[in-house]
């Protein structure tokens, strides 16, 4: 939101709105979506030919935050957040147990810590 000078009708400043659109949660999460599948199609059909972005390993806070959400999903102890290759691991043998919902809800709330 901007305000105005009322004589020149020119901008003073610049208010940023503190409530968040759903519509903008939304996009994100289809922009997440599509970054999965893209890159879900890249390992399987280009997986010699690819680089994919790695995350450097959450930061303290973050892993924090990550692991009580997990315990009041009910995912505790199913995933492991000691590092990044321990979490992969956790979450790739959660995929394979076919829940995909359980996967999806860890899934979704670890990109969004990213």
Do not use: Q, W
Not at 67 to 82: P, R
Request: net charge neutral.
């Amino acid at each position: 939101m901007f305000n105005l000078d009322p004589v020149t009708k020119l901008p003073l400043s610049f208010v940023e709105s503190s409530t968040r659109m759903e519509s903008k949660h939304l996009v994100e999460e289809y922009m997440l979506l599509a970054n999965i599948l893209v890159a879900e199609y890249l390992k399987f059909f280009c997986n010699d030919k690819t680089l994919l972005r790695v995350h450097p390993d959450l930061d303290k806070d973050k892993k924090e935050l990550l692991e009580e959400y997990y315990a009041k999903v009910g995912l505790k102890g199913v995933i492991d957040l000691s590092n990044s290759k321990s979490l992969s691991k956790s979450l790739e043998a959660l995929k394979a147990e076919g829940d995909s919902a359980r996967y999806n809800v860890a899934m979704r709330k670890f990109l969004t810590c990213l």
